[in-house]
């Protein structure tokens, strides 16, 4: 990583064995993803009248750690998922608890996670220890969407503030999931091409016909704060724009879309629409799922603009340059390359930050 430098007009990408070395992949899993924000889900999605805890893996087959959600008098929590006596898994189905009850040995939790009951401990001693209650993350909310981390190093604060700056207008809370049009993309590629890929609009004139019909190109613009990258593509002529309010930072502009990524995994794709959210979840150095969940504003310009042929089409042209960009980094004859100053800052952002990461 050493060619990955602060200044872009100097800088090489990262180096081609970064996507295939196993020790790498571990360090990234503690250096990086263990250490920030992951999306876990929609609250109104996991919570109803039948749900007050959910139990799930955080990065199945990646970190895979087990951990449950619970709500209790419209508190929700992030628990380890694992009893405190032998490690065995507590809750195993989303449902209606009062506890939290072990069905190894009987070891039982309040829905905060606090240590309660162990039939069978009397003769115990120096019991309980405060390492008998679950283990509790942080957990952190935009809108209806919960994040957590297991050893967070980057403050929150830095994705809320700035989607309640650019996007506070669109009233997010609003929208509306479609399940009919969200799915699950099987990409045959390391996690992190497909981040290189959408971090730079590059790309847009020479694989995306469709989506570069709606946007002027020459205008598109990118930004780079801190762990976050913002791209702002502009209408053409005739494309769909938002209604951006007075006091907004792009009052008075023609925007076709915000691009948000927040590292390293989350980006949210917002269209007059509504919005297209991506998480990109690493599972091997050549394999990667990428969850698209759609959250419809406008159904008649959603219907109008093709959102559905749109999304898709792009999603598999996407596929086919990351997919192309895995095997011919396995060429004897690419070592690194280098960045476009004008139109690749948001992969060079990136880069700097996993060097960062994943050399201190």
Request: glycine share 6%; with cysteine; aromatic share 16%.
């Given at each position: 990583?050493?060619?990955?430098?602060?200044?872009?007009?100097?800088?090489?990408?990262?180096?081609?064995?970064?996507?295939?070395?196993?020790e790498?992949?571990?360090?990234?899993?503690?250096?990086?993803?263990?250490?920030?924000?992951?999306?876990?889900?929609?609250?109104?999605?996991?919570f109803?009248?039948?749900?007050?805890?959910?139990?799930?893996?955080?990065?199945?087959?990646?970190?895979?750690?087990?951990?449950?959600?619970?709500?209790?008098?419209?508190?929700?929590r992030?628990?380890?998922?694992?009893?405190?006596?032998?490690?065995?898994?507590?809750?195993?189905?989303p449902?209606?608890?009062q506890?939290?009850?072990?069905?190894?040995?009987?070891?039982?939790?309040?829905?905060?996670?606090?240590?309660?009951?162990?039939?069978?401990?009397?003769?115990?001693?120096?019991?309980?220890?405060?390492?008998?209650?679950?283990?509790?993350?942080?957990?952190?909310?935009?809108?209806?969407?919960?994040?957590?981390?297991?050893?967070?190093?980057?403050?929150?604060?830095?994705?809320s503030?700035?989607?309640?700056?650019?996007?506070?207008?669109?009233?997010?809370?609003?929208?509306?999931?479609?399940?009919?049009?969200?799915?699950?993309?099987?990409?045959?590629?390391?996690?992190?091409?497909?981040v290189?890929?959408?971090?730079?609009?590059?790309?847009?004139?020479?694989?995306h016909?469709?989506?570069?019909?709606?946007l002027?190109?020459?205008?598109?613009?990118?930004?780079?704060?801190?762990?976050?990258?913002?791209?702002?593509?502009?209408?053409?002529?005739?494309?769909?724009?938002?209604?951006?309010?007075?006091?907004?930072?792009?009052?008075?502009?023609?925007?076709?879309?915000y691009?948000?990524?927040?590292?390293?995994n989350f980006?949210?794709?917002?269209?007059?629409?509504?919005?297209?959210?991506?998480?990109?979840?690493p599972y091997?150095?050549?394999?990667?799922?990428?969850?698209?969940?759609?959250?419809?504003?406008?159904?008649?310009?959603?219907?109008?603009?093709?959102?559905e042929?749109?999304?898709?089409?792009?999603?598999?042209?996407?596929?086919?340059?990351?997919?192309?960009?895995?095997?011919?980094?396995?060429?004897?004859?690419?070592?690194?390359?280098?960045?476009?100053?004008?139109?690749?800052?948001?992969?060079?952002?990136?880069?700097?930050?996993?060097?960062?990461?994943l050399?201190n």
């Amino acid at each position: 990583m050493d060619k990955v430098t602060d200044q872009i007009s100097q800088s090489a990408t990262l180096p081609s064995d970064f996507y295939f070395d196993q020790e790498v992949w571990e360090e990234t899993k503690e250096n990086v993803f263990a250490k920030s924000w992951i999306y876990v889900g929609d609250e109104e999605q996991i919570f109803n009248v039948a749900v007050n805890t959910y139990p799930f893996f955080l990065l199945e087959k990646y970190i895979e750690e087990p951990l449950v959600l619970t709500k209790k008098d419209g508190e929700v929590r992030c628990l380890s998922n694992v009893c405190t006596h032998r490690g065995f898994i507590v809750s195993h189905h989303p449902g209606k608890n009062q506890k939290l009850t072990c069905s190894y040995h009987g070891r039982r939790f309040d829905l905060s996670g606090k240590f309660e009951f162990m039939p069978e401990f009397k003769e115990v001693e120096d019991f309980p220890r405060p390492c008998e209650h679950l283990h509790q993350l942080p957990l952190k909310k935009w809108s209806k969407f919960l994040f957590t981390s297991l050893e967070p190093s980057i403050d929150f604060s830095e994705m809320s503030e700035e989607l309640d700056k650019r996007l506070g207008f669109l009233n997010m809370d609003d929208f509306v999931l479609a399940p009919q049009y969200s799915k699950i993309y099987n990409v045959q590629s390391h996690w992190a091409l497909y981040v290189d890929n959408y971090l730079e609009g590059f790309h847009i004139p020479f694989v995306h016909p469709t989506l570069n019909g709606m946007l002027d190109y020459g205008s598109y613009e990118t930004i780079c704060d801190r762990h976050m990258v913002l791209q702002v593509g502009y209408a053409d002529q005739g494309s769909e724009t938002f209604d951006i309010p007075e006091g907004h930072p792009d009052y008075g502009k023609n925007i076709a879309a915000y691009y948000y990524w927040f590292y390293p995994n989350f980006m949210l794709n917002v269209y007059p629409w509504g919005v297209q959210i991506n998480i990109v979840k690493p599972y091997t150095p050549q394999f990667t799922k990428v969850e698209f969940l759609y959250y419809i504003k406008d159904q008649e310009i959603w219907d109008r603009m093709n959102g559905e042929q749109i999304g898709e089409k792009t999603q598999q042209e996407d596929e086919w340059v990351v997919e192309g960009v895995q095997k011919g980094l396995r060429s004897r004859f690419y070592k690194d390359g280098r960045f476009s100053v004008k139109r690749e800052t948001g992969v060079h952002h990136f880069h700097k930050l996993l060097k960062q990461y994943l050399t201190n």
